[in-house]
Nanobody
């Protein structure tokens, strides 16, 4: 019942910035959180950040703290991931996902909690 579409990926140099967008439609009020995940070639999918759809609380993986910022625009039903100081190791396909009842916190970046996923957007940080 929830559809997610990512956009904003591209090719950037190390130290550069990108802002990813996740546009949600459908019964989004049924879900507690929107998360960002990424998967690099040959690696497992990892959680990056998530934000509560109720109160805006956020959580970040240690690898992106201080560099990435997740935010939302409720009027547009869109979640953003501002990525600054990008590193080559940030290269991955980035996905947004919606979770049902879930408290944003230390355990909220497990992919198993998320029911709906976008198709992904490629982020490449080249040297």
């Amino acid at each position: 019942q929830v559809q997610l579409v990512e956009s904003g990926g591209g090719l950037v140099q190390p130290g550069g910035s990108l802002r990813l967008s996740c546009a949600a439609s459908g019964f989004t009020l049924d879900y507690d959180a929107i998360g960002w995940f990424r998967q690099a070639p040959g690696k497992e999918r990892e959680g990056v950040s998530c934000i509560s759809s109720r109160d805006g609380s956020t959580y970040y993986a240690d690898s992106v703290k201080g560099r990435f910022t997740i935010s939302r625009d409720n009027a547009k039903n869109t979640t953003y991931l501002q990525m600054n100081s990008l590193k080559p190791e940030d290269t991955a396909v980035y996905y947004c996902a919606a979770a049902p009842l879930l408290r944003v916190g230390v355990h909220s970046l497990r992919a198993v909690w998320y029911d709906y996923w976008g198709q992904g957007t490629q982020v490449t940080v080249s040297s």
